[in-house]
């Protein structure tokens, strides 16, 4: 109960003991009394009532007017229903787009993780270098070190991904699996769905080889079956039994099909793995003692490795020596690459916004200078600013209110867009889903728009120059609204070219990755995944298989040539660069080795893939694992190392630790033309080809179909399943199609832009359009006597056009000044932004300009066709 | 439920309450009875306020600064709240008193036509 309900009670009790007191001294029995006193004071509540409007009768009052004015608003703008609903439409647009922008924003960057404990949870790495890359992977002896120097953090995770050949559950096939240490799961806070997770038991060489499926896999892949648990797998050429499946979590550290422990991957138990400290593939994460902080970790973190890098100088390079540790935030690691693409899309979605609040302005703008004959009248009649301007606001509110309602229906499938775009960048995307704050969002905005868009029209000025006004019901459009009015058209159009350029520049970029020469022949060339067991060099008899699987099926019909090789162009990362040297080759003082990309081909590969030979020969049946090692270098290899000079049959060799203290020299037999696998818009690129039987395993299949190459396939897998039942076949793809796939993001990104900038040019030509006809329909009168006075209709319609020619131009202008501005304080925050083109500029206001005309067409087709008399007659 | 209306008794004139109750705590401060019984007394019984809508005027005249109440102790040895005027109230009693003489005169005049002109 309120004080002031309290009170009154109080007040009612004096009263009646007055009443009852009166009575009884007027003679009647107590009980008559109080009876009568009560009956003659009526009915509490409903005074209680009465009271309530006094005590808020301000409230009361505000309410009350403001839900009369709000009705009286609908009417008039049901009178105004296209007016309404291009408002409505419009900020439906904007508050959607940026409630949608606005949840994944904070669902990716700010919200907390599912994982337990996820505030003690670390990712370390090393701090990115200016201009370089940094390492985010560490090898076996590094990870102990750290282990024994970092006290700060209480447990360890190690992670790494490896290919596996699965058998044994299912058809065979390669799964993406994740090897961890015993404290992995615990270090992130993840529990079980089914069974159990990995633990400390199952480390060390003792232990038995365990595997958990992720919880994707296990839905997708075997629907949820319970009986999987306790199945023994064949992973590679180890076993692993079944024990659990990992609760839904996001996939991170890497996208993983199965999580294994070490001992269920013969490469973890490889020397290599183990002693080598270059081998660098294990990721590490952490769990702080609760009271360590980032920069403690930090500083311990440097001295092992400042420690690593004086004791085993041979192992670091110039630019790992000196490299600074780094840790962070789990949180912050796995939102980081998405944070640029998120606030972009903000941006975006603000310019959005902007267009829209400054269309709806010039609508309602153009509306009220309509109504400024009413406005004048009530000015007239006694009504304050303050009502006018309430009239104004409970119009803007229903017009407002209708646009976020619209608004946050169209959030929600706007946000899913935008979410699995932002889950390229960051998994956390994946999660993300529609909340609360996503209709507040969209309430709030529309608020702010509604106040903002119920002070744009200016007022009559009381008392003053109202007799105009009150003279005719006509419109009379001062300067002052008219300038305004363009203003907001000439600023719409700005933001619109700039978007527009934006989305030219991506998509010139994709059409240009769509259509880059790649020196390959992408139509014919079919590769598929014919996964090889290990990463250990091939024994004879799987050199003997797999190249009796290739002679089987270059006899099929249709083919011309196959080959295996060990990078799918663009789709596989390949095996990376690594420094190497050369005959006559003597670094300059100081200067670092050159790199190069290390490829494995089988015979015919060159010819398969339509890459020409410059000079030698290419790998044949003698080039054994036995016989003298021998590679083929691309053009830009021979003219780097040997200028001038015959690269032929001169000898390099690998100075990396990988391949021991006693580099291999190796014979060059053949120059090819640059082959780039790793862009689609081909660079020069320095590669060395080894020969199949010679170096490791290649697990592609290239094949050259003369028809169609998709009509291979079923006969290809038949040959490999004939030959082995546990020979993984999959993804065969064209080269064409591969190189559309690996595009997908490129595409997204200019699907989503071009989205945003289609909107902003929808509701700025909107604009444009419903300005002109304001102005036509205003100068109905002057249209008039133009007429009267000798202009043909061709006169009037090329005047109003050629005003929308001109807001047009003013704009462009503007938004080319604006945007030039803006991306050079843009590229100073991002590596990647990119002034557009020429083209893309052109294109941009191209479409403008035709939108603007096309826009102008219907109000100047109006204008031509005024009649005179109807005109002169109108006052 | 409507009520039969009393033949004897003068239904109080719309915004006329607000100036009888100012005129009544004329005398001194009064609590919500005592002012109702006042009003009562004076038009011998024509007048009769209703409790419901005198407590909400009372409310409305102190929010609006004519009148200011505290607590005390009635009669009936009862806690009651006594309303007093202000002196933006004694104010507002004269000039709702100007008003109200003036809109008597008016409207006598438009009643009683012949009274009007002789003067």
Known sequence: MRPEDRELDDEIRGHLALEVQQRIDRGEDPETARLNALRQFGYVPRMREEMRRVWYSRWFDMAEALVQEMRVGLRSLLRAKGLAATVVITLALGIGANAAIFSVVRGVLMRPLVNRGEDLLVYIGEAKQAGGVEETTFSVPEVKDFRAGVPSIEKFGEFSTIDFTMNGLGEPRVVHAGVVNGEFFDVMGLKPALGRLIEPSDDGLNAAGVAVLTYRFWTNTFNSDPSVIGKVIRLDKGNATVIGVLEPSIPYPAETEIIANMIASPHHMGAMMITLRVHRMTQLFGRLKPEAALESVRAELNTVHATMVREHPESYSKRAAQAQMNVSKLRDQIAAPARTILLLLLAAAGIVFIIACSNVANLILARSVRREGELAVRAALGASKGALRRTLLAESLVLCGAGAALGVLLARPMMSLVAQFAARFSVRALEVTVDSTLLWVGVSLAMIAAVLLAYVPKLPASGSSTAPSLASGSIRITPGTNRRLRVFATTQIAFSFVMLAGAATLLATLISMQTAQTGLDMRQVLVADLPAPSLGLATEQEVAFYQEMTRRIGELPGVDGVSLGATVPWRDKGLGSVAFSADGFAPANGEELPRARIRIVSSGFFEVLGVPMYAGRDFNAGDRRDSEPVVIVTKSFADRMFAGGDAINRKMWWVDPFFGPKPTPRRIIGIVSDVDDQNVVRGSVMAVYHPLPQFGMAGRLFVHASGDPYALVPSIARIVRSMSATQPFERAKTLEDVRTEVLAPQRINAFVSIGFAGVALLIAVVGVAGVLAFGVSARTREFGVRLAIGSTPADLLKGVLSEGVVIVSIGIAAGAAFGYAFAGIAASYFDSMRMPGVGSLLGAAGVLVSAAVAASLMPAARASRVDVLQALRSE | ?119
């Open chain 2, 1 to 119: 439920m409507a009520k039969t209306p009393d033949p004897e008794r003068l239904e109080i004139l719309q915004g006329t309450l607000d100036m009888l109750i100012l005129r009544t705590l004329q005398w001194g401060p009064c609590h919500g009875h005592g002012i109702g019984q006042a009003i009562s007394q004076q038009s011998d019984d024509l007048l009769k306020i209703e409790t419901g809508s005198l407590y909400p005027a009372l409310h409305r005249l102190e929010k609006r600064g004519w009148l200011k109440s505290k607590w005390g102790i009635s009669e009936a040895n009862h806690k009651a709240k006594y309303y007093e005027l202000t002196a933006p109230g004694k104010a507002q009693l004269l000039r709702e008193r100007d008003r109200w003489s003036q809109l008597v005169n008016v409207m006598g005049r438009i009643m009683n036509p012949a009274a009007g002109t002789e003067e």
